[in-house]
């Protein structure tokens, strides 16, 4: 394990704090986290085969599973959260949008970082994306009595260009010329962790505003909400598999949301204020994900 990979978590922290502290000049970078995303995503499929796509799909409990808790427990608890704290409707709202959006794309890479069923993780991205289009209005409009129309070909394009596109190209070239990218498989995951740190300097930057704004009470609701589905997703995965690897894979994908989503319907349909908890789960997750993501590191070496 390189060195990269031993401090991730903490070049995580750092790349955060010093975005926040020069947001301007990282904040100007913001068109190239789709590029970020989609090489990181390129990298992944240079380590992945057809057979684990198709080993993926075959897993159908562990797929139903984390659909259930994705749609199911995700938005409960960010209801159960709202209503304990007595949040106005329009942060409550905010906090339902992140619990009911799917899984992102952050989930993936950290999963690629501490060695997960990366297919695995991927097949389920594209699965709760595609369910969202639907279950996201629904679950909006059921726990907050309000309706939301979703962006589907902006999500499907989104999908395309930042995993699809990149995903396959990778795997067609370990596929065909392994032998040619064998220096990027053994170095991807340190490309990998320099550019999802510049993505999460980017962020930070861009919520700059938005950080200031954020109380102490909506802080340590997001980091519930976000430890919440870490935690029941690996303790639940577990119980059924009785496979760290597959429950660390699919921790990842509940626990990490498209708070990207989030934060853009919020924007377009309620306000400002219901972008807070989006705008900080964005960046909680990455860090706690980069956290999680060393753990699970440190115990597939054990």
């Known amino acids: 394990m390189s060195w990269l990979q031993k401090t991730f978590p903490l070049i995580a922290v750092l790349s ?3 975005a926040y502290f020069q947001a301007e000049f990282f904040a100007d970078y913001k068109n190239i986290i789709i590029y970020l995303l989609a090489g990181i995503m390129f990298c992944m499929g240079t380590t992945l085969s057809l057979s684990d796509f198709k080993r993926a799909f075959s897993r159908v409990n562990v797929l139903i599973l984390t659909l259930i808790l994705q749609f199911g427990f995700m938005p409960f608890i960010a209801w159960q959260l709202s209503s304990w704290a007595n949040l106005n409707a329009l942060l409550t709202t905010g906090m339902i949008l992140v619990g ?7 989930s993936n890479v950290m999963c690629y970082l501490c060695k997960g ?3 695995l993780s991927i097949s389920l991205t594209a699965i709760s994306t595609a369910l969202a289009i639907f279950a996201t209005p629904l679950l909006v409009f059921f726990y907050c009595q ?7 070909g902006a999500m499907m394009i989104n999908i395309l260009y930042m995993v699809i596109a990149p995903v396959s190209l990778g795997l067609v070239l370990n596929q065909w010329f392994s032998t040619v990218i064998s220096p990027l498989q053994r170095y ?8 999802i740190c510049l993505v999460i300097a980017i962020v930070v930057a861009l919520n700059h505003d938005n950080l200031l704004a954020i109380s102490p009470l ?6 519930i909400h976000n430890l919440s589905g870490l935690i029941i997703a690996y303790l639940s995965t577990y119980a059924l598999t009785r496979s760290h690897y597959l ?4 921790a990842l994908e509940v626990g990490m949301q498209n708070s990207g989503l989030a934060v853009a319907l919020a924007v377009k349909f309620f306000g400002g204020a219901a972008a807070l908890p989006g705008a900080l ?15 699970f590191t440190e115990q597939h070496y054990k």
Do not use: Y
């Open 16 to 18: 955060g704090v010093l």
């Open 100 to 106: 009911s959006v799917s899984g992102g794309t952050a």
């Open 117 to 119: 069923d990366v297919a």
């Open 146 to 152: 309000t309706t939301i129309s979703i962006p589907v």
């Open 188 to 195: 991807g995951a340190d490309i990998s962790i320099i550019m």
């Open 218 to 223: 909506l802080f340590t609701l997001v980091l």
């Open 247 to 250: 429950s660390k894979t699919v």
């Open 281 to 295: 789960f964005s960046i909680v997750h990455n860090v706690t994900g980069s956290l999680v993501a060393r753990l």
